[in-house]
């Protein structure tokens, strides 16, 4: 049995300086991480390897191709490693552990994000707590998928969103109760994942192929045409108001995404709430977007949405299977109506 875990540094406030230009990402944080970690847990002899991103970055630079090259990066270690722990920032944190989660369908072993709010050079740092509980829960616990854990919380990474952009508490898991506390003891709770086989698989992706945008008071046809118009857009996440519901009485806009939808873009419909789900049924501002061929989101998260497009997408051509792929819970990212 391997007991050493493999850390993943991509860059984020966990391992920043500050600079000339605010904090930025450097080279070389394990020597400061193993230092800081020594003095942590003395007697732990905690076995870890590191590696880090060729380019560290601010993770608002992260590109679909970053999640090529993590999952990439933890198929080829896989058998030699106890589990993952994965460094990155948080502004696009949950978008990479979504990502992580569809490419690394079938997990046997935990791969966990985490970060924080604060460096772990700064005197007062959440970085500290974060990065050894998620070593801990990486090397020790029975965990079988993609998680993110921060602030005392392990969430399923595909349901989890950045929810406060200055407090400890970045993260939430809106629909979906957390995996686990951490207090002065770990409890974690058993949620079952839809069985699948393992498929570990690290895609290439068209970076322009799913786009998104906001429904907003007063949006024209003419402005989504003009998006949709793009010939290497592939799928598009509208995120509607409520339940799913749309301004019906632009006909207009109706025609374009009607006209979307027929020229194989897939659309899908998550809810512009931060919680519950979409119910195209229920309002007639809704069933126009199903008449429209626009799939239902159910409870998935923007970031869920989103990269479970991109995944799909790279692995069919045909739009009707990927319509009939994003509705299903493939890893646990969406619930079922009962
Ligand atoms: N801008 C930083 C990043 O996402 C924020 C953080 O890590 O907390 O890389």
Same mark, same amino acid.
């Given at each position: 049995?391997?007991?050493?875990?493999?850390?993943?540094?991509?860059?984020?406030?966990?391992?920043?300086?500050?600079?000339?230009?605010?904090?930025?990402?450097?080279?070389?944080?394990?020597?400061? +991480?193993?230092?800081?970690?020594?003095?942590?847990?003395?007697?732990?002899?905690?076995?870890?390897?590191?590696?880090?991103?060729?380019?560290?970055?601010?993770?608002?630079?992260?590109?679909?191709?970053?999640?090529?090259?993590?999952?990439?990066?933890?198929?080829?270690?896989?058998?030699?490693?106890?589990?993952?722990?994965?460094?990155?920032?948080?502004?696009?944190?949950?978008?990479?552990?979504?990502?992580?989660?569809?490419?690394?369908?079938?997990?046997?072993?935990?791969?966990?994000?985490?970060?924080?709010?604060?460096?772990?050079?700064?005197?007062?740092?959440?970085?500290?707590?974060?990065?050894?509980?998620?070593? +801990?829960?990486?090397?020790?616990?029975?965990?079988?998928?993609?998680?993110?854990?921060?602030?005392?919380?392990?969430?399923?990474?595909?349901?989890?969103?950045?929810?406060?952009?200055?407090?400890?508490?970045?993260?939430?898991?809106?629909?979906?109760?957390?995996?686990?506390?951490?207090?002065?003891?770990?409890?974690? /709770?058993?949620?079952?994942?839809?069985?699948?086989?393992?498929?570990?698989?690290?895609? +290439?992706?068209?970076?322009?192929?799913?786009?998104?945008?906001?429904?907003?008071?007063?949006?024209?046809?003419?402005?989504?045409?003009?998006?949709?118009?793009?010939?290497?857009?592939?799928?598009?996440?509208?995120?509607?108001?409520?339940?799913?519901?749309?301004?019906?009485?632009?006909?207009?806009?109706?025609?374009?995404?009607?006209?979307?939808?027929?020229?194989?873009?897939?659309?899908?419909?998550?809810? /512009?709430?931060?919680?519950?789900?979409?119910?195209?049924?229920?309002?007639?501002?809704?069933?126009?977007?199903?008449?429209?061929?626009?799939?239902?989101?159910?409870?998935?998260?923007?970031?869920?949405?989103?990269?479970?497009?991109?995944?799909?997408?790279?692995?069919?051509?045909?739009?009707? /299977?990927?319509?009939?792929?994003?509705?299903?819970?493939?890893?646990?990212?969406?619930?079922?109506?009962?």
């Amino acid at each position: 049995m391997v007991s050493r875990i493999l850390l993943i540094y991509t860059g984020g406030t966990i391992g920043m300086i500050r600079s000339d230009e605010g904090y930025v990402p450097t080279k070389g944080f394990e020597s400061l +991480l193993r230092q800081r970690l020594e003095a942590a847990m003395p007697s732990d002899n905690f076995e870890f390897d590191y590696v880090e991103f060729e380019e560290l970055i601010d993770s608002a630079n992260i590109q679909p191709y970053h999640w090529t090259a993590l999952a990439e990066l933890i198929r080829h270690n896989y058998r030699n490693y106890a589990g993952f722990v994965v460094l990155h920032g948080t502004d696009t944190m949950a978008f990479t552990a979504s990502a992580l989660s569809f490419m690394l369908r079938g997990l046997d072993k935990p791969v966990i994000l985490t970060g924080s709010q604060i460096p772990l050079t700064e005197l007062r740092n959440d970085a500290k707590d974060n990065l050894i509980t998620a070593m +801990l829960l990486a090397r020790d616990y029975p965990i079988h998928e993609v998680c993110l854990y921060f602030n005392g919380r392990l969430m399923r990474g595909n349901r989890t969103t950045k929810a406060n952009a200055t407090g400890f508490e970045a993260f939430d898991s809106p629909n979906f109760p957390d995996l686990g506390q951490v207090g002065i003891d770990i409890h974690l /709770q058993q949620q079952p994942l839809p069985p699948t086989r393992q498929m570990l698989s690290a895609p +290439l992706f068209e970076p322009h192929a799913v786009v998104a945008l906001k429904l907003f008071p007063g949006i024209s046809a003419d402005f989504v045409s003009r998006v949709l118009a793009d010939a290497r857009i592939r799928a598009f996440v509208m995120s509607s108001f409520g339940v799913g519901n749309m301004p019906h009485q632009n006909k207009a806009l109706v025609a374009a995404l009607t006209d979307a939808s027929q020229r194989g873009v897939v659309i899908v419909n998550i809810t /512009q709430c931060m919680r519950g789900r979409v119910s195209q049924e229920t309002y007639a501002t809704g069933r126009v977007l199903h008449d429209a061929g626009v799939v239902s989101g159910a409870d998935m998260t923007f970031e869920a949405a989103f990269t479970k497009l991109h995944v799909l997408l790279a692995e069919t051509p045909h739009p009707e /299977q990927v319509r009939q792929q994003v509705a299903q819970n493939l890893c646990g990212e969406l619930s079922l109506p009962h």
